[in-house]
């Protein structure tokens, strides 16, 4: 059987709807600590609905439809209506 040993340094975050059901307060400290460890080095992959936050959080935003890649944007070229098109409609 594999251990896992939880770390303060991981290498690899993954944030499955992190704000989902949080309260302002605790939404915005929780982006603060994916946000710290991105800029320690980790990689963090975050999977949410809230277009809003993959656009705050995000260097790169993969979008699926339908179980396919729709698209790969990065958020400062896509506005959240774009990211959004592509999640409901998928690549046209």
Not at 22 to 43: K, P
Not at 64 to 88: C, N, Q, S, T, W
Request: hydrophobic share 45%; no cysteine; net charge neutral.
């Amino acid at each position: 059987m594999r251990r896992v040993v939880a770390t303060s340094s991981p290498r690899l975050v993954v944030a499955a709807y992190p704000s989902r059901g949080l309260d302002v307060a605790t939404t915005r400290r929780t982006q603060e600590l994916l946000l710290e460890r991105r800029a320690a080095g980790a990689g963090v992959l975050v999977i949410s609905e809230d277009v809003d936050e993959l656009l705050e959080l995000s260097d790169r935003i993969l979008v699926l439809h339908a179980g396919e890649v729709a698209g790969i944007v990065r958020p400062g070229e896509a506005d959240r209506y774009a990211i959004g098109k592509l999640m409901l409609q998928g690549a046209a």
